[in-house]
Every structure is written in C-alpha cells, then in structure tokens.
C-alpha cells in the first residue's frame, strides 16, 4: 500500500520555466491537499480538492493552478516558476468521514534559481 | 488574524519528561492537532483534541483548553527517536487548518 506518493522529489527550476508536480493516493481518499512548507513558518495552503473535478483556492494560491481529473491524482502546476516558489511542497489527502488525520506525502523540494 | 505560537527549540533528556505547549487564536474552533515530522520526512499524525481535556496515547498526551486557547503535547519516556519537530495545527471554522511553525525537539543521551 503505497499511500500518497509524490513526483518528483527533488527538481531545480529557472526563474520562468514551468513544471507540475504529481500527486497520485491509492487510499481512495475524496478530500486532497497542496501545501507548501517554508523555515520558520507553519505549513500554508496553496489548493485543495474535495473530489474529483473540484479545486478551491487555499491560503497562498497566487502563482500556482491545479487539477483533479481523476480522484486518486492531484496536479499542481507552476506556469512560470519564480525564485519565491522555492519551497518544500507537500501533498495531503484524507477520507470522509473526518477523523482530523493527514496522510502526508513525501514532500517535492523544489529550487527556483 | 489566526495566529498559533509555540517554541521554536526544546532540548530535553533522554528518559525524561517534556512538554511542549501551543497557544492560538483563530477565527471559530473545530479541533486542534498535534503531528511529528522528523527532519527531511513528512509530517504524521499524533493526536486530536476537540473537547477539553487529556487524550493519552501511549507515552504522548495530548491537552486542550478551549477557553484559553492552549494547548500541550506531553511526551515521557523521551527516547532518542523523538527528536523531530511537533507541529501544532488547529482547524477553523472554515474547516482549514492553520498550522503553527513547529517545535524542534532534540533529545539528548
């Protein structure tokens, strides 16, 4: 049982270039999450999904897009990357009911030079 | 604004007791969390505190005062697989979660 699984892990950005990250959950799980993580500052929401074909805009959505074609996939896109996106970014789904826990992915580090 | 403080750093012994405290103000109330994330790793889920109180879980615990707006992760037996961050989250009345910095444990022999 893989949980959620991000790709990539590591990923070095030009100031303008573009690239998405996956998010793939084999928990069947409806609710989905894209955080960023930063030093020196708790974990900010940048998108969530509560099911297939949704997305709502989180805390920080300013530079990013996201989609869910398929429930067990959630993509996060940055169109034209900038030194600001440098970051830790993790996915997160959980299951309906709620019982309040996070299944965290492994984070994507990603540099934006 | 939301806002959640707890410390930055604690350093504690390995076998003793440490409690790391978390305070909050956030618009409406729906739960507070408590998860581990060692250093390069995801965070994971400890407990969930959503009526005021103690949750105890093994050797961690967990303390919530709605009134005060506070908080403690209590953790015995310190072990040195315990050294990581705790991260402090509470649930608003939106139902999104505001997280707190973290706090870094190191446990020393």
């Known amino acids: 049982n893989a949980g959620v699984t991000q790709t990539p892990k590591f990923r070095v950005l030009k100031t303008g270039q573009s690239m998405t990250l996956l998010c793939a959950q084999d928990m069947n799980h409806e609710y989905m999450y894209w955080y960023r993580q930063d030093p020196g500052m708790g974990l900010r929401l940048i998108h969530y999904?509560?099911?297939?074909?949704?997305?709502a805009k989180g805390e920080v959505p300013d530079g990013y897009n996201v989609s869910r074609l398929k429930k067990q996939n959630f993509l996060l896109g940055l169109e034209s990357a900038a030194p600001s996106q440098t970051s830790v970014y993790f996915c997160?789904?959980?299951?309906?009911?709620?019982?309040?826990?996070?299944?965290f992915g492994e984070g994507s580090r990603l540099t934006v030079l | 604004g939301q806002n959640i403080d707890q410390p930055t750093e604690m350093t504690a012994t390995e076998g003793a007791i440490v409690q790391i405290n978390c305070t909050y103000q956030t618009s409406g109330f729906n739960g507070l969390f408590w998860y581990q994330q060692h250093a390069g790793e995801a965070p994971t889920f400890l407990s969930y505190n959503v009526l005021d109180g103690l949750e105890e879980k093994g050797r961690f615990s967990s303390f919530l005062s709605r009134s005060k707006g506070y908080s403690y992760l209590l953790l015995k037996e310190l072990q040195m697989k315990d050294s990581a961050s705790y991260l402090c989250a509470v649930r608003d009345s939106n139902y999104q979660l505001i997280w707190g910095a973290g706090t870094k444990l190191i446990i020393k022999p």
């Open positions: 999904s509560v099911g297939e074909g949704t997305t």
């Open positions: 997160a789904s959980r299951p309906p009911p709620d019982t309040g826990e996070l299944f």
